[in-house]
């Protein structure tokens, strides 16, 4: 069955840090890639997404993330975090193709916490 | 725009009781779902439809129903609650891209936290 993994399940950092959660999924074929966040206490918001074109997507807030198809990763990068980044992350992937429904396929998620 | 929108946002219910979380969504989505977050397990998918008229189950339907009658509502009614399914449920809609079919793309609504006792 088709997953999606997170590596990194709690994260601490310091304001000013650099951020990288990794996201590997499996699957073979063609693939839309999301980070979602979720600060406390509120709803999923997507953060970025990629479907095609540039593999290096730009989303809010100063947050980024890089398709490496020939290693089904899809890793967030931050150059330097605020305290106003402590949420959950969540990578998802749609697996594209004939029997698309659009279901998408969560990992665990990433908590990170930044510290002031 | 109101988006996605969820009813309750809290309820507590006892050990056999049944209920309906609602869902309603104004920007003419076909794909409508039902997630469940539980904590150290991400998100996971417990029924969704593609259009009016058609449900299909996700990876964990046991215990609930859906019904799709109009293209806005997409009820999830509990049949007889367990303490399992204490939970924090979120409904998703998603649109087709031209070309694309469905791309995923899921505007969530603010979520419904559920506990059973």
């Known amino acids: 069955a088709q997953s999606v993994s997170q590596h990194n399940h709690h994260v601490i950092l310091s304001e000013a840090a650099s951020l990288e959660l990794g996201c590997n999924y499996s699957y073979g074929g063609t693939v839309n890639l999301f980070w979602y966040v979720q600060y406390p206490g509120q709803h999923l918001q997507l953060l970025l997404k990629y479907f095609s074109g540039d593999p290096l997507v730009k989303g809010i807030k100063g947050f980024e993330a890089e398709f490496i198809k020939s290693k089904f990763s899809f890793n967030l990068r931050k150059p330097s975090v605020q305290w106003s980044d402590t949420a959950e992350y969540f990578c998802?992937?749609?697996?594209?193709?004939?029997?698309?429904?659009?279901?998408?396929?969560f990992g665990q998620g990433t908590t990170l916490q930044v510290k002031p | 725009n109101a988006g996605v929108t969820q009813t309750p946002k809290f309820q507590v219910l006892k050990t056999g009781q049944s209920m309906t979380l609602q869902c309603a969504q104004d920007?003419?989505?076909?794909?409508m779902s039902w997630y469940r977050q539980d904590p150290g397990m991400g998100l996971r998918l417990i029924h969704y439809?593609?259009?009016?008229?058609?449900?299909d189950q996700g990876e964990v339907p046991n215990g609930y129903n859906v019904s799709r009658s109009t293209t806005e509502d997409f009820p999830l009614r509990l049949l007889s609650a367990a303490p399992s399914q204490t939970s924090v449920y979120f409904c998703?809609?998603?649109?087709?891209?031209?070309?694309?079919?469905?791309?995923?793309?899921?505007?969530f609504g603010e979520g419904s936290r559920l506990t059973v006792l």
């Open positions: 998703a809609s998603s649109y087709y891209h031209p070309g694309q079919g469905n791309t995923g793309e899921l505007f």
């Open positions: 920007m003419n989505h076909e794909y």
């Open positions: 998802a992937v749609n697996l594209v193709g004939s029997s698309n429904t659009g279901k998408l396929i």
């Open positions: 439809s593609v259009g009016a008229g058609i449900t």
